[in-house]
């Protein structure tokens, strides 16, 4: 039977089935899917546009930061008058020199729906190598301009701080330079008066500044040429120095009486690092000027003008002695008041010890001073090998020939042979002969020429020390064995590698001569060479009991010698005792009345080339107490004779 029509009536809420329900929400979850559709796809277009002007925002900050870089008004910024933006930062970093920064962009704030967000600038001024940067931030408020992003420029975009009319200024502070010290941490190398001289070019008309030039190089006694060259080369406004005086300098008064008379010619005050004499230890500690262009150019940290080590230790310990300089870069208001905004401070040098004393230093150039050719006194305290004294004449045109002169020792040798002979089983007492000449393989030795005619014949190794006789110990040698001399100089510590901190040579000795080299080797003649530290070392071990390693930076790292079996105590014992016979009984007597304890000595007359009679060096070593000394001279025409003067007023002044 067919259900009526009205039966067939959709139902109401009130009496829908179960079955009805789904459907009813399917429709309504479908209609809220699209709106939710609808709003997601709006909000994607949202994130993206907010994305995109986020990388706008950052585009424009990569570009603020590479114009800064370069200094530039940054092209993306708006400024009503750029050429004259533009010359106002260059005026803002005139004082800045060279340095500009390195510029990142940091954060970028671009808020919802926004139009306007920052850009934040991270900022790096690298104002000294090595130390961290000058670091800060800077915030650019930047809008919505079209379809790109800009902002307005502003000096604080660069440096937040700079207030208005104010400009930078960068500036490097020098440090003070280590002193150089000496024995017992006295100074050596300091700040010391002195007096520049040059022609300030401000002051005298270009067309008359060569001659200016001409007659003062010629007052103060500068190569002429070079100079005027560089007086007329020079600025309108420059101070082209010829020379730097002492203000305690001999010659200062007469260049005082003469700059008035020359135009453009100025005086001026000043102060350098100095020792206390011009050529106190010049060769050795060397000397300190404005940085060359090469210096420059090694080292990053030099820059024009600063003061340098130029040669010896003032070169090669130029960092510790220079220190490290610093920096300010402040804020320069119209009226030239200042603020700091950022500072480094210079890092003062550390001083440089040294063994050096000024007493024997001086006493040492002073004995020298008359020394026409190439010469040297070397001094030792033995106890600690501390090396008091490195001077050398100025007859060696500026060379160190106290510590690289290499020279045969002639007869202050002896002490070397006179150990091996002991080591091969010989005493001072043991009987050699002395006869006027010997000859070797054909050759013939002989001794000095004022040897004394009566001393030859029969004597004991401590009379051949005494009167220093050739033909004894040639004469011996066949009782030593093959090495031995060279052994007995590296006991004595002649021929070790020399470790002073400048260059430096020491001794070379044949390891196993035979036939005429053995003969002159055992004289110190022939092959043997020696440096007058060499010889102070030799006598240094002889005085000390053990091999002395001689020392010139005490805090230096110093390599113990190597090579042979040190002296020993007895045998430098043997040694001084005969040692000391030449001072009493032999050819040094000029020395026994110096007041202090018992001196011991060695002439040595060495001789050299081809001609007839050969040519001569003069030698003399000699100790006392604590002290040991070497003296030579070149060509000097005998030891006792020449160099044993020398030996005797330094001992004098020495102990004054």
């Not at 190569?223 to 005027?228: D, K, L, R």
């Not at 040098?349 to 000024?358: D, E, F, I, V, W």
């Not at 050819?587 to 050969?614: Q, R, W």
């Amino acid at each position: 039977m067919r259900t009526p029509r009205a039966a067939r009536r959709s139902p109401t809420r009130e009496n829908a089935s179960v079955t009805d329900l789904p459907r009813r929400r399917a429709r309504s979850l479908t209609g809220a899917a699209v709106v939710l559709a609808l709003l997601l796809a709006m909000g994607g277009w949202w994130w993206t546009q907010r994305d995109d002007d986020t990388d706008a925002a950052r585009a424009l900050g990569a570009q603020i930061a590479a114009d800064l870089a370069e200094g530039t008004v940054p092209a993306g910024l708006q400024v009503a008058d750029r050429p004259a933006a533009q010359e106002d930062l260059d005026t803002v970093l005139a004082g800045m020199g060279r340095l500009r920064p390195s510029v990142t962009v940091g954060a970028v704030e671009v808020p919802e729906g926004g139009d306007t967000g920052t850009v934040q600038l991270d900022l790096a001024w690298t104002v000294h190598e090595g130390k961290e940067p000058w670091r800060y931030s800077s915030t650019v408020p930047v809008r919505r301009s079209g379809e790109s992003w800009t902002g307005d420029w502003a000096p604080t975009v660069l440096v937040p701080e700079l207030a208005e009319g104010e400009v930078l200024r960068a500036t490097r502070t020098t440090p003070e330079r280590g002193e150089v010290l000496g024995d017992d941490g006295e100074t050596i190398v300091t700040r010391r008066p002195v007096v520049r001289v040059g022609i300030d070019r401000g002051q005298v008309p270009a067309a008359q500044a060569g001659r200016s030039a001409r007659r003062l190089a010629e007052a103060v006694d500068v190569t002429v040429a070079p100079f005027v060259t560089a007086v007329e080369s020079a600025g309108d406004k420059a101070f082209v120095e010829a020379i730097v005086l002492r203000a305690d300098a001999k010659e200062l008064e007469q260049v005082r009486r003469a700059v008035p008379g020359i135009a453009g010619a100025r005086l001026v005050d000043g102060s350098m690092d100095l020792p206390p004499s011009s050529g106190f230890a010049a060769a050795v500690l060397g000397r300190v000027g404005p940085a060359t262009a090469e210096i420059i150019a090694a080292d990053p940290q030099v820059r024009e003008g600063d003061v340098v080590g130029l040669s010896g230790l003032q070169a090669k310990h130029d960092k510790q002695l220079r220190g490290i300089s610093g920096f300010v870069v402040e804020a320069v208001a119209e009226d030239g008041t200042a603020r700091d905004l950022h500072r480094l401070d210079a890092v003062d040098g550390k001083p440089l010890r040294t063994t050096l004393s000024s007493n024997h230093q001086t006493a040492a150039e002073d004995v020298l001073a008359d020394v026409p050719k190439a010469g040297a006194v070397v001094a030792i305290r033995p106890s600690d090998g501390h090396v008091l004294a490195l001077a050398s004449a100025k007859g060696g045109s500026g060379q160190s020939t106290a510590t690289l002169g290499q020279y045969a020792p002639g007869s202050t040798f002896k002490p070397v042979t006179a150990l091996a002979q002991l080591r091969a089983g010989a005493t001072p007492q043991t009987t050699l002969q002395c006869p006027p000449t010997i000859t070797v393989d054909g050759r013939e030795f002989k001794n000095y020429d004022d040897f004394p005619s009566g001393r030859t014949g029969a004597m004991t190794l401590k009379d051949a020390i005494a009167t220093s006789c050739n033909t004894a110990f040639i004469g011996a040698r066949d009782r030593l064995p093959a090495d031995g001399i060279s052994s007995a100089a590296a006991a004595l510590g002649m021929t070790q590698t020399p470790t002073l901190g400048v260059p430096a040579a020491m001794g070379q000795v044949p390891a196993r001569p035979t036939g005429t080299d053995l003969a002159a080797t055992s004289i110190g003649q022939g092959k043997v060479v020696a440096t007058p530290l060499s010889m102070a070392t030799v006598m240094a071990s002889i005085v000390a009991g053990e091999r002395v390693t001689p020392v010139l930076l005490p805090d230096a790292t110093q390599a113990p010698a190597k090579g042979g079996t040190p002296i020993t105590a007895g045998e430098a014992g043997q040694l001084r005792e005969m040692m000391r016979a030449v001072v009493t009984d032999g050819s040094a007597t000029f020395l026994g009345d110096n007041p202090g304890g018992p001196v011991i000595a060695k002439t040595g007359t060495a001789e050299y080339g081809s001609a007839t009679p050969p040519r001569t060096h003069a030698w003399m070593f000699v100790a006392q107490d604590d002290l040991a000394v070497a003296v030579f001279v070149e060509d000097g025409s005998g030891g006792a004779k020449v160099a044993g003067p020398i030996a005797d007023r330094y001992l004098g002044l020495v102990r004054r």
